[in-house]
């Protein structure tokens, strides 16, 4: 993955997909940095592993993962937290 020239990262040859942590889920709403990268690179490849797109990928991962917890909040009755 190349970011405008600034940087390039060697991208994993084989992720694995994101799996549900053991602990309760309603506690830990919050996506940590490999879960949002393992995800966009999972939204890179099923975009056909076309470069160029790795921002929108990032964000629509960091996006999935607001609305997951959102939606685990809603269903457990938690108040919302900024």
Same mark, same amino acid.
């Given at each position: ?13 084989? #992720?694995?997909? =994101?799996?549900?942590? /053991?602990?309760?889920? !309603? ?12 995800? #966009?690179?999972? =939204?890179?490849?099923? /975009?056909?592993?076309? !470069? ?31």
């Amino acid at each position: 993955m190349t970011l405008k020239g600034k940087r390039s990262e060697t991208l994993e040859l084989h #992720a694995s997909p =994101i799996q549900p942590h /053991g602990e309760n889920a !309603s506690a830990n709403h919050a996506a940590n940095h490999d879960d949002i990268r393992r995800r #966009a690179y999972e =939204i890179y490849l099923e /975009g056909g592993g076309i !470069s160029g797109r790795e921002l929108d990928d990032w964000l629509q991962a960091e996006s999935e993962f607001e609305s997951a917890a959102l939606f685990m909040r809603a269903a457990t009755g938690e108040k919302h937290r900024p």
